[in-house]
């Protein structure tokens, strides 16, 4: 499959990048340099128009708590499962654009993310009994709330990975999938993995893992890759206003079944089952997780097509205009040919 090249973004696929993409990326986002006057006064706005929310009962009797954006005649619903320490306000943005598009919108906040139930004394700590709690909260919300004849999944980080196994082990009928940055290896820098795995036992599972702790303003505006995108900076504010809304480390717990996650996912008889479409977008200047299992799932699920966007770090829709714009034109090509 041939590689095309830009400054930006290498697509793996059948179609040039070419000076079309890039004029809708920068006509088609908000503007960043006044960003938080547009999201307070328009895509606000906007998005309340359709929203309605509530809660729906997870696994073990788990709070979740979900959107819903519904159109009339709306080209596809799309699901969005977020990724890990987010919750549903974060994608604001990408839901005001899929709108705008034509596309009904379903979000929820995971267990122990957002708004949803809690599951460690640390209010701020990402802790799980088990991954695949994760996948049949997803199969509930799908089955019994969201109502759709087309159905794409748009995942980013964990939520990609929910998603992966959410196809290898239910019985539901997807028509297309967005992966964002699937985690599929962990990065743990500056700390060796195995160190980390060591300390992933019972005693010390609701525990952080180190690097890992509890939310911290000052630290997340100074001292963070994304500290200069205005995206990123009205983000971390909205959340810091909103303390239930804030999760900000990992536990031991989380992290050693997130593992078993990966592992499970590249079983031999586990890739067979996969035959949904995929778009797998992979970024090149991601930090958090690593390319290597990206490309072999690629190469191992014959349904999947991958994307990579160089100059993106992970969270991609914290970027600028140019690399966010052209990201969205992609996916709105992709999905508009399923």
């Known amino acids: 499959m041939p590689l095309y090249h830009s400054s930006d973004i290498i697509f793996v696929g059948d179609k040039m990048c070419d000076k079309n993409l890039f004029e809708f990326a920068n006509n088609f986002c908000i503007d ?9 006064e328009e895509v606000l706005p906007f998005i309340s128009q359709y929203e309605k929310s509530g809660y729906f009962i997870g696994v073990d009797n788990t709070n979740l708590f979900y959107r819903k954006f519904e159109l009339e005649n709306s080209k596809a619903t799309v699901v969005i499962v977020h990724g890990f320490t987010e919750n549903s306000q974060r994608y604001d943005e990408l839901i005001y654009y899929f709108l705008k598009q034509n596309y009904s919108v379903y979000i929820y906040d995971q267990r122990c993310h957002g708004l949803s139930d809690r599951l460690s004394e640390t209010y701020n700590m990402v802790y799980i009994k088990k991954f695949d709690d994760y996948v049949e909260d997803l199969n509930k919300f799908l089955n019994e709330y969201v109502k759709s004849s087309r159905i794409i ?8 990975t929910v998603i992966i196994r959410f196809l290898q082990t239910q019985n539901f009928n997807v028509d297309f999938c967005i992966l964002s940055a699937p985690m599929l290896e962990i990065s743990t820098k500056p700390y060796p993995t195995k160190v980390v795995n060591l300390y992933s036992n019972a005693k010390a599972e609701k525990k952080y893992c180190p690097g890992h702790n509890d939310f911290d303003l000052e630290n997340r505006l100074n001292n963070s890759d994304y500290k200069n995108f205005p995206r990123y900076i009205y983000s971390v504010k909205k959340e810091s206003a909103n303390p239930k809304l804030i999760t900000s480390g990992a536990s031991f717990g989380w992290f050693k079944e997130s593992v078993r996650a990966i592992k499970n996912i590249f079983m031999p008889e586990n890739l067979a089952k996969i035959k949904t479409p995929i778009a797998l977008f992979q970024y090149g200047n991601d930090k958090t997780v690593l390319p290597n299992n990206q ?3 690629a190469k191992l ?3 999947c097509g991958i994307y990579r966007i160089n100059k993106s770090l992970h969270n991609i829709y914290y970027m ?5 714009g052209t990201y969205l034109q992609k996916i709105f090509e992709l999905i508009e040919s399923v």
Do not use: W
């Open 32 to 40: 960043e340099n006044n960003y938080a006057t547009q999201m307070d």
């Open 153 to 160: 999944l748009y995942g980013h980080s964990m939520g990609s």
């Open 295 to 297: 490309n072999k799932f």
């Open 301 to 303: 699920v014959p349904s």
């Open 320 to 324: 600028n205009n140019k690399i966010l």
